[in-house]
């Protein structure tokens, strides 16, 4: 998992199954991985989506 994405840092996976093994989205059919982060300049706990 990489250290920074962009303006984010301190990526955590939301769900521990979810760290190696993407889910698939019902809406969109693609798979996805959810990420709890941190913005650098205004420390904002954020949500992220990988879309693969």
Known sequence: ???RV???YNLMPLDSS???VPHKSRTF???T???KATH???NAVCYLK???
């Open 1 to 3: 998992m990489p250290e």
């Open 6 to 8: 962009g303006d984010y």
């Open 18 to 20: 979810q760290a190696n």
């Open 29 to 31: 059919r693609y798979q």
């Open 33 to 35: 991985i959810s990420y």
């Open 40 to 42: 650098i300049r205004t």
């Open 50 to 52: 990988r879309i693969m």
